[in-house]
Every structure is written in structure tokens, then in C-alpha cells.
């Protein structure tokens, strides 16, 4: 989609994973720590109303987080416990890259989601 900013955009990552009761990963590259973590704060709201119950890994992996949640993350995406991740393209090819590959060959990564087109 096309749209200009505060359209919405957002939006289209969010929705799936509030829709869908599986956990498939939504991943959604994003080009700044800042809005990584602001759009983790919001989705994890919104699915803590949706989904009260469920437990859930940091949705944002960037720099700021300790080991023992970037293990988590990675540990959730190799689970299939990830609905949604907002990185940084540099992690997305980076650091995360494997373990996304193996999501990828698992079946477990639904859509990719990228927020600003110059990122391509």
C-alpha cells in the first residue's frame, strides 16, 4: 500500500495477528529503534486486550534489549510463538537472519511487512 503518513500503514501489520488466533509470525521491518519500540508497545496492548491470557515475547528486537530477550525472541520465532517482531533491516538481515530462515522453512513466517519503501 501507498498512502501517505498517518494513513494507516501500521495498520496492515497489526491487524493479522489481532485477527488470527495462531501465532504465525508477522515480521515488520521498520526504520528506526524508536519506532520499533513504539509500535511493540501499542501491539502488545492491543493483544494483551484481544488475547488477555497469552503470553508473549518483546516484540521489538533491537540493540536495547538484554541477552535473555533476545534469546527469548529467537526462541519464540523458533517456535512458532512470535505473532509479530518489528526490527530494524539491519537485524533483519543481520543478526536475526537465520533464525528467520528457519521460520521461513517452518512455515511459521506469514507476511513481512515493511514500513517505508526506501528500505527495499
Known amino acids: 500500500a501507498n498512502l501517505p503518513t498517518g494513513s494507516g500503514k ?5 491487524l493479522p495477528p489481532l485477527l488470527e488466533a495462531n501465532e504465525l509470525l508477522t515480521l515488520a521491518i521498520v526504520p528506526t529503534v524508536a519506532l520499533a519500540i513504539d509500535q511493540a508497545a501499542r501491539m502488545r496492548a492491543l493483544l494483551q ?3 488477555p491470557h497469552r503470553d508473549l515475547p518483546p516484540l521489538a528486537f533491537h540493540g536495547g534489549l538484554s541477552p535473555d530477550e533476545k534469546s527469548a525472541v529467537r526462541r519464540a520465532i523458533r517456535q512458532g510463538m512470535q505473532p ?3 526490527t530494524s533491516p539491519e537485524y ?3 543478526s536475526l537472519r537465520g533464525v528467520i530462515e528457519e ?3 517452518n512455515g ?3 507476511r ?3 514500513d517505508e519503501a526506501h528500505l527495499v
Request: hydrophobic share 65%.
Open 112 to 114: 513481512v511487512f515493511i
Open 84 to 86: 509479530i517482531l518489528f
Open 103 to 105: 521460520a521461513t522453512a
Open 108 to 110: 511459521w513466517l506469514k
Open 49 to 51: 486486550t484481544r488475547y
Open 92 to 94: 533483519a538481515v543481520g
Open 10 to 14: 501500521s495498520l496492515l501489520a497489526q
